[in-house]
T-cell receptor, first 112, second 113 residues
């Protein structure tokens, strides 16, 4: 069945450094890849997404890359700040299937 | 526009009981998805409704069911509750017309004793 693997499960980086979270998906028909940020006690919030016809997308300090051949996609956060501390979830979906499969999450901690 | 709302926010039940959770999507959104979030299993897809029809469902037992009304509001029901059903239940809405983006509600924290 469909599966999304996410690594690492925890990540600690120095403030100002970059953080990278990687995901792989199993279903080659997946065509939409959102990333969500969930702060403690809050709902998941969409931070960036990418479609299968695009290789990279950037929004200020956040970027996502997609390698369709390898079925990999990654989240890059540059110049990390304390407010970036949260759990990040990647996901993959097939629009026609109306189903989004989430990765297991990465707990990102920013060290001052 | 108002965001996705869920009621109740917290619920305590005992084993064997049943529970109904409610989700009101963003105005104009016709797609509502439900997820179970637990520390060990992450976000697990339960089912998705669009215009009152269930279009897809995850790998959960038949004790988990849902429905969607003509105003797009959705309910989720869990019967014969088990301790393992304790979780945060999140719903998400989307317009499904131009984007697959889903917007999450605050969730209902269910505790089964």
């Amino acid at each position: 069945g469909e599966n999304v693997e996410q690594h690492p499960s925890t990540l600690s980086v120095q403030e100002g450094d970059s953080a990278v979270i990687k995901c792989t998906y199993s279903d080659s028909a997946s065509n939409y890849f959102p990333w969500y940020k969930q702060e403690l006690g809050k709902r998941p919030q969409l931070i960036i997404d990418i479609r299968s016809n695009v290789g990279e997308k950037k929004d200020q300090r956040i970027a996502v890359t997609l390698n369709k051949t390898a079925k990999h996609f990654s989240l890059h956060i540059t110049e990390t700040q304390p407010e970036d501390s949260a759990v990040y979830f990647c996901a993959a979906s097939i629009r026609s299937a109306s189903k989004i499969i989430f990765g297991s999450g990465t707990r990102l901690s920013i060290r001052p | 526009k108002a965001g996705v709302t869920q009621t109740p926010r917290y619920l305590i039940k005992t084993r064997g009981q049943q529970v109904t959770l409610s989700c009101s999507p963003i105005s104009g959104h016709r797609s509502v998805s439900w997820y179970q979030q637990t520390p060990g299993q992450g976000l697990q897809f339960l089912f998705e409704y669009f215009s009152e029809t269930q279009r897809n469902k995850g790998n959960f037992p038949g004790r988990f069911s849902g429905r969607q009304f003509s105003n797009s509001r959705s309910e989720m029901n869990v019967s014969t509750l088990e301790l393992g059903d304790s979780a945060l239940y999140l719903c998400a809405s989307g317009d499904q017309q131009e984007t697959d983006t889903q917007y999450f509600g605050p969730g209902t924290r269910l505790t089964v004793l």
